[in-house]
Nanobody
Framework: VQLQASGGGLVQSGGSLKLSCAASGSIFSLYHMGWYRQAPGKQRELVAVITSGGSTYFADYVKVRFTISRDNAEKTASLQMTNLTPEDTAVYFC???????????WGKGTLVTVSS
């Protein structure tokens, strides 16, 4: 599966952004979809996951502020981010994990910069 993330940009603290991940090449509904981020000098960390069945998980530091959704017909997964802070500044990556095999795929990241 190929993934293409988009929607990053520069936003002021307290603002919102919506990231989108477009998938192609496989049966989208058979993948758990996730968003990860990597800030400068830090390790990549999990932000949110939506399973193939629609269950969601959020890292503590984004709960309430972020929501994740998917559209299996459109083969897209989205991350709606609100009340952004400078600590949210990072490159955000889209991830797909096969329900059947556990194999993971990554898209190129999209940069989110939150100014104070």
């Amino acid at each position: 599966v190929q993934l293409q993330a988009s929607g990053g940009g520069l936003v002021q603290s307290g603002g919102s952004l919506k990231l989108s991940c477009a998938a192609s090449g496989s049966i989208f509904s058979l993948y758990h979809m996730g968003w990860y981020r990597q800030a400068p000098g830090k390790q990549r960390e999990l932000v949110a996951v939506i399973t193939s069945g629609g269950s969601t998980y959020f890292a503590d530091y984004v709960k309430v502020r972020f929501t994740i959704s998917r559209d299996n017909a459109e083969k897209t997964a989205s991350l709606q981010m609100t009340n952004l802070t400078p600590e949210d500044t990072a490159v955000y990556f889209c991830n797909a994990k096969s329900v059947r095999t556990g194999i993971e795929f990554w898209g190129k990241g999209t940069l989110v910069t939150v100014s104070s």
